[in-house]
């Protein structure tokens, strides 16, 4: 059974940066791929950042610029570098991890709140 655990998450005030870590419990590279999603009160879950296997990345427009997504290979550690937060980043962040072998798989970490507000 694979884990996703994550950390990092607190209350910051706006203009401010958080950097939230996803430690795995498998080897990062047999992850398809790794990815940030967050769900705030009363609104559906949605992806934030993700990274394939290869290294390629992609945001929600309205995090470019401002949140980095990026993994340490060695440490088996996803990341997510979040900067001039905004009140309306709110929410609880999840990590997920897709894997193919043996069977296709989204695994998910149980959630970090991410607060912004002054």
């Known amino acids: 059974q694979v884990h996703l655990v994550e950390s990092g998450g607190g209350l910051v005030q706006p203009g401010g940066s958080l950097r939230l870590s996803c430690a795995t419990s498998?080897?990062?590279?047999?992850?398809?791929?790794m990815a940030w999603y967050r769900q705030a009160p009363e609104k559906e879950r949605e992806l934030v950042a993700r990274?394939?296997?290869?290294?390629?990345?992609n945001y929600a427009d309205s995090v470019k610029g401002r949140f980095t997504i990026s993994r340490d290979i060695a440490g088996n550690t996803l990341y997510l570098q979040m900067n001039s937060l905004k009140p309306e980043d709110t929410a609880v962040y999840y990590c997920?991890?897709?894997?193919?072998?043996?069977?296709?798989?989204?695994?998910w970490g149980q959630g970090t709140q991410v607060t912004v507000s002054s």
């Open positions: 498998d080897t990062i590279l047999n992850f398809l791929t």
């Open positions: 990274m394939s296997y290869m290294g390629s990345t």
């Open positions: 997920n991890g897709n894997q193919a072998l043996p069977t296709p798989t989204d695994y």
